[in-house]
């Protein structure tokens, strides 16, 4: 190791985090070898002697934060370890937990993982950590239940939406229909377009449909490079390796795969399955279970959700329930609409299948305008999509499409709301109306005027 010898303990935080970031440079090129030559491995003790390697102190001690991470990584596998771990000589469990420790101190991305951004987030990191080779230290470290101050909030316009307009950066997505109306090509068109702009993505298929997921995936021309970055797991499947439950009993486990394999989005397929108590549509214990699971994972999370039969067209909440409503981040209601394009009389033709997504929700920032999307599946199997969401048109065509009456400027926009699911202010639709005098007019003989298509 080059690495100079320092003073960790009176580093201040962005030097220590420059300190750590040049450690894992250096590290990336070490073989396993040489990283475990960095620790004994004879026993758990010995991995924190002192060693001439260039992390030492100035006194010859390998820095205590580190040696603290060590043993406990070494006392969490020794509790959770699995059959490897037990079947590994003493030598390689010290490879195993060497290669722990420089990872988790000088990845960024590990830290954000545990819940530490921003400056200074090794310090805070270590800190935590230190605190359990103290007792007491620990005690008074419980005292608090958290670090951040409203310095560290986030603020400000909110970050680029994943998959555009779809998928919030943070949180929980909800995408909900009555069941055949399309969310799940949908959701698999979302993954193809977030897989091509360089996600990760693990769908958790609670509906144990993977022949489904796989038939859409490729149906819509993902490359076998691309296939590999869908991560695909199946909670009550065959192939679970550990513990099945809902989402919130096994979301530490999806955390731990979702870091290993660099998943950068969640998809849920779908809510009602990926809950354990018996009100799964949309009711309290469920919605505060659910996001609870959503949390710990931590990432970007997009969820299919369904609404109950004798709800109407594009409902406002998911299930009409408030709570899943509030605690969601971003919400779309989806509807298919007639496929007006479809030729009946041609056995060849693609089966077309139109769709209108309407943004119920958004957190931060204004709704977005619906989108429209429409899906050819074709006999060979491949699956063409289309956005017509770019040839929408403008306020005064919709305003000329609207106008078969006289109405008022709150009729107008009553009507367009119910009609689109479009939600313009009074003075916009005022405003595309007097812009347009060759198109509308108005009866100015009562109050307030009546608008009304020009003849």
């Keep these: 190791m080059s690495a100079e010898p320092a003073p ?10 420059r300190q750590l970031a040049d450690l894992e440079a250096e590290e990336a090129d070490l073989e396993l070898g040489e990283v475990v ?35 406990a990584v070494w006392d969490e596998a020794e509790r959770n370890g699995d059959d490897d771990w037990r079947r590994m000589e003493t030598a390689e469990r010290a490879a ?39 007792p007491a230290a620990a005690a008074a470290a419980r005292a608090s239940i958290g670090w951040r101050t409203a310095l560290d909030l986030d603020y400000g316009p909110a970050p680029p939406q994943l998959a555009e307009p779809f998928i919030a950066a943070r949180g929980v997505t909800i995408i909900y229909g009555k069941g055949g109306t399309g969310k799940g090509i949908t959701t698999a068109h979302l993954v193809c377009r977030l897989v091509r702009s360089g996600h990760v993505v693990m769908i958790l298929d609670y509906e144990g449909h993977p022949e489904e997921w796989g038939s859409r995936l490729r149906g819509l021309g993902l490359t076998d490079d691309e296939l590999r970055r869908g991560i695909y797991r199946e909670p009550y499947g065959p192939d679970w390796t550990a513990g099945k439950g809902p989402l919130r009993d096994v979301a530490h486990l999806v955390r731990e795969d979702a870091a290993a394999f660099g998943v950068t989005v969640v998809v849920v397929d ?38 109950r039969g004798e709800a109407g067209r594009f409902p406002e909440k998911p299930f009409g329930s408030v709570f899943v409503h509030n605690l969601a981040r971003e919400t779309w ?14 056995q060849f033709a693609p089966e077309i299948v139109r769709l209108e997504l309407r943004n119920m929700k958004r957190n ?16 060979d199997a491949s699956i063409i999509v289309t956005d017509e969401t770019a040839g929408r048109c403008s306020l005064a065509d919709t305003l000329e499409t609207i106008l078969d009456e006289p109405m008022t400027v709150a009729q107008i ?20 109306l007097l812009r347009n005098p060759t198109r509308f007019m108005a009866d100015a003989s009562k109050r307030p005027h009546r608008w009304n298509r020009r003849p």
């Design 37 to 71: 030559d960095l620790y004994p491995a004879t026993a758990p003790d010995d991995l924190v002697e002192p060693r001439d390697d260039g992390l030492r102190r100035d006194d010859g001690a390998v820095p205590k934060t580190l040696r603290t991470i060590a043993l």
């Design 333 to 346: 209601a989806i509807e298919a609409l007639d496929p007006d394009d479809a030729d009946p009389e041609n």
């Design 270 to 307: 779908s809510y009602t399955t990926a809950t354990s108590t018996g009100d799964t549509m949309g009711g309290a214990a469920a919605a505060q279970e659910f996001f609870a699971g959503c949390a710990m994972i931590g990432l970007p999370t997009l969820v299919l959700a369904h609404v």
């Design 364 to 379: 931060r920032g204004g709704k977005r305008p619906p989108v429209l999307l429409t899906f050819a599946f074709h006999a």
């Design 96 to 134: 195993y937990v060497a290669g722990r420790v420089m990872w988790a101190a000088g990845a960024p991305e590990s830290l954000a993982r545990a819940g530490f951004t921003g400056p200074g987030a090794v310090a805070r990191y270590l800190d935590a950590v230190e605190v359990l080779r103290d």
């Design 413 to 432: 926009g009553a009507a367009i709301l119910d009609d689109t699911g479009e939600k313009h202010p009074r003075g916009a639709i005022r405003s595309a």
């Design 8 to 17: 960790w303990g009176d580093m201040a935080p962005h030097e220590l985090e």
